[in-house]
């Protein structure tokens, strides 16, 4: 009887060598997380939904409140920036305006430019600083701010749905998730001018 090499022995209780799968097998298990793991993972599904569905609200917005600006024959950066005026407890000036809209002064200058032309902001000299040019509204400007609240800052219907302890509870998720840097916006409401009138 032909001995074996120790090679052969060797390869004897060497087991088959496994073939690479390529098949990109979708039945497979997946891995077992822990319970933390899987938590976490559903929080971030959770954190990606809410975020996903807030950002198509804000688009669909923007469009619907640029069409009501255009009927009253401004933009939607100029109703942006009459509404930071007009919610201020004193008058703007131009660099805060531009930090206000995270946009440059030679922008500012010319939105102020037009405002003006349409007789809706008016120029002013800071009394403490004649240097500083301060930005106020004029009572046509005043007149067309409660027309916008009514037609462009009203919320939409779905909230005025929710029960109040809801809007409770909302307002505080809101506030906690999107703080609002001091001064960055003044005050949230917007006054509504019943009957008023741009004269």
């Not at 939904?49 to 198509?56: D, G, K, N, P, T």
């Not at 349409?118 to 500083?132: A, F, W």
């Not at 939409?156 to 302890?165: D, E, F, I, Y």
Request: hydrophobic share 40%; with cysteine.
């Amino acid at each position: 009887m032909p001995q074996r090499t120790v090679s052969q022995e060797v390869a004897k209780h060497k087991p088959p060598a496994r073939r690479a799968d390529w098949s990109f097998r979708t039945d497979r298990q997946p891995a077992r997380r822990s319970g933390s793991a899987a938590a976490r993972a559903n929080a971030e599904e959770l954190v990606n939904e809410i975020w996903s569905h807030l950002v198509r609200a804000i688009v669909v917005r923007k469009t619907e409140l640029a069409s009501k600006a255009a009927d009253f024959e401004v933009t939607l950066q100029q109703v942006q920036l009459l509404k930071l005026i007009a919610q201020a407890e004193q008058p703007r000036t131009m660099s805060t305006l531009a930090r206000l809209l995270a946009c440059d002064a030679s922008n500012i200058t010319g939105l102020v430019d037009r405002l003006e032309a349409r007789g809706l902001v008016l120029r002013g000299s800071n009394p403490k600083d004649r240097r500083i040019t301060i930005i106020t509204l004029t009572a046509a400007g005043d007149a067309l701010m409660g027309q916008l609240a009514q037609g462009c800052f009203a919320p939409p219907a779905g909230l005025r749905r929710l029960k109040r302890s809801e809007l409770g509870a909302l307002r505080k998720l809101v506030l906690r998730a999107f703080p609002l840097e001091s001064g960055s916006a003044g005050r949230s409401g917007i006054r509504v001018r019943k009957n008023a009138r741009v004269g």
